[in-house]
């Protein structure tokens, strides 16, 4: 079931357009803000709010790649791996962070902390390379200090 | 030199509060198209300027605008959207404008609403673009308060609600049917066209999509005339260009700058030329989407009629450098991986090709790749070029590979030859 919460965030959002279902991304993205991810529970909770179909709303969040369909950690690491960043070294940036978390792109870390994910282009290229933890934008990045960059996350 | 779209904009120094982007004179060309001009009038005026989109595809904004059927406001809803999901690899000016003047660009939108006569406008923005997505809602509810949005706008009568829509991400939402179909809240896949946008759009009503930097040039053009705008541009094409450049040069960045400066001055004057050790093999002109130039191409002017006779695209005008020290194999292959990825599925060519050129680069990249595999990318390069697709998606990663192949094929060899990447 929705949360007070949620339910009324996602009644805001439905105002903009003129009818609920085309609310469908930004309450997704309302859920997965306060649950961290989309469970097949969300997306019954969703539909029914919206008067959609399960399969329609399930449809949308697959789609996005800004949407979880599987838990992800507590923080969210996207190495951007656009053209430029990986001349100025974002496949460097992704080892030492993949080594010093042992975990890939689409893992986890075992303690929940972290989850890898590539990005295309954060568009900020003259500042490459560029990652995202968050909402948070870490940009001319030196492998020096990623780790001072970590710590701000637990 | 005249740099209208970012004179107001200084690194380390917030954007202009809506007070000061007025005091700046920033509103007179929204007072003059809502009090003294009709809507054609208003279309009229950007067509002569010849403004034509700065999202990449260069359609020209007023012919754009002049498809809307022309019904007043209230006859049925009209929709403006500004597309401001910048996600094309290597391009960054947006980010640019929308952190460092809002008011500019929500002006923009609403002498382009008054011309079309829509009622609602939408900024649809990449969800990772959070700095900017804030100052844009904090700028929105100033017009608000200001009474520059709402009902009764300056006392004119005209109304206009302003929204703004994150997105989740997808590459592909910034074709504008694709937008239009995420913005509806379904995947954003594209629509079939005709009938186009401008008859029915958003919500199946007539709408428009125009680029930030695009948006962003309205009210000057309305304050300056179309006369000022085309004489702002080193070749006659209308008006300046943010142009970037990204890469081993030695001081990359984004400038304003005449339409038609020659890529040489952008990236040896403004960019500082290559670092040192690194030599200029290859530039991607405008985003990933656009073919390769060389060396050879360093004095044309870029600009969208003298880069399409060079064979590429101006495309966003945003350059990636390809430099002697990357190997333009994997430097191909990043970029059809990218495409490959952010296929949305639809149509097969595009869902299947791309994937099997990346399989196939890929294998250049390990030492696997068979000498018939040049003629098989080549295959592929017609196969998913333009009018065998849905849309434009496979076509614009087709020209990097394309090019690619043409003018590094002495490397792409050399991985066959030697079974092995010779950067490695």
């Not at chain 2, 003298?306 to 430097?331: E, H, Q, Y």
Request: with cysteine; proline share 6%.
């Amino acid at each position: 079931m929705l949360s007070n919460h949620e339910r009324e965030e996602i009644l805001e959002e439905t105002r903009l357009y003129p009818y609920p279902g085309a609310a469908c991304i930004d309450a997704l993205k309302i859920v997965q803000h306060h649950r961290g991810w989309i469970s097949d529970e969300a997306i019954e909770d969703i539909a029914a709010e919206l008067e959609l179909s399960a399969a329609e709303v399930d449809s949308v969040a697959t789609f996005y790649t800004r949407i979880y369909r599987k838990p992800v950690g507590r923080n969210v690491i996207l190495v951007c791996d656009s053209p430029t960043c990986m001349i100025m070294g974002s496949e460097s940036v992704y080892q030492y962070i993949s080594d010093k978390l042992s975990i890939r792109f689409g893992e986890t870390s075992a303690d929940d902390r972290f989850t890898l994910l590539p990005i295309t282009c954060l568009g900020d290229c003259d500042h490459a390379p560029a990652l995202m933890i968050n909402d948070d934008l870490h940009n001319n990045l030196t492998l020096g200090h990623i780790d001072e960059i970590l710590e701000k996350y637990r | 030199m005249e740099t209208p779209l970012t004179q107001h904009i200084q690194p380390g120094r917030g954007p202009l509060s809506l007070k000061e982007f007025e005091n700046a004179g920033g509103f007179k060309g929204l007072h003059k198209a809502l009090r003294e001009m009709k809507p054609a009038d208003v279309i009229f005026t950007v067509k002569g300027s010849n403004l034509m989109g700065r999202g990449g595809a260069g359609f020209p904004t007023g012919v754009k605008w002049g498809l809307v059927p022309q019904e007043a406001a209230g006859s049925g809803m009209k929709y403006l959207i500004a597309n401001a999901d910048e996600m094309e690899p290597g391009t960054f000016k947006d980010r640019y404008l929308l952190e460092g003047n809002p008011h500019q660009l929500i002006a923009g939108m609403i002498i382009a609403a008054y011309a079309i006569q829509a009622q609602k406008a939408y900024i649809f923005i990449r969800w990772a673009y959070k700095k900017a997505e804030a100052i844009l809602r904090k700028a929105i509810a100033e017009a608000y308060e200001a009474g520059y949005l709402g009902e009764n706008i300056l006392g004119t009568g005209f109304n206009l609600d302003l929204y703004v829509h994150s997105s989740a991400g997808r590459y592909i939402c910034g074709e504008e049917s694709a937008l239009i179909n995420s913005l509806e809240g379904k995947r954003g896949i594209p629509r079939a066209k005709p009938p186009f946008p401008a008859t029915s759009g958003l919500f199946g009503q007539p709408s428009v999509v125009n680029n930030v930097e695009t948006l962003s040039w309205i009210s000057h053009i309305i304050e300056n005339g179309p006369q000022w705008f085309l004489d702002l541009s080193a070749t006659g094409e209308g008006g300046t260009k943010l142009y970037g450049v990204s890469g081993r040069v030695k001081n990359p960045g984004l400038w304003e700058l005449p339409m038609g400066t020659t890529v040489r001055e952008i990236i040896e004057g403004y960019a500082g030329g290559m670092q040192d050790g690194y030599k200029l093999r290859g530039i991607i002109p405008g985003g990933a989407s656009t073919d390769f130039l060389v060396e050879s191409h360093l004095d044309i002017p870029m600009d969208y009629a003298s880069v399409r006779s060079a064979g590429s695209r101006l495309g966003t005008g945003t350059m990636i450098i390809l430099d002697d020290k990357t190997c333009p194999v994997k430097f191909v292959h990043n970029l059809i991986k990218f495409f490959a990825d952010e296929s949305c599925g639809w149509c097969t060519p595009c869902r299947e090709g791309l994937p099997w050129a990346q399989k196939i680069l890929e294998s250049f990249e390990q030492g696997t790749a068979q000498p018939e595999d040049i003629g098989i990318l080549e295959h592929l390069t017609r196969y998913m070029g333009p009018g065998n697709t849905f849309c434009a998606h496979a076509p614009g990663a087709m020209e990097p590979l394309q090019s690619g192949l043409k003018y590094f094929r002495d490397d792409f060899d050399r991985h066959i030859n030697e079974k092995r990447c010779p950067w490695r």
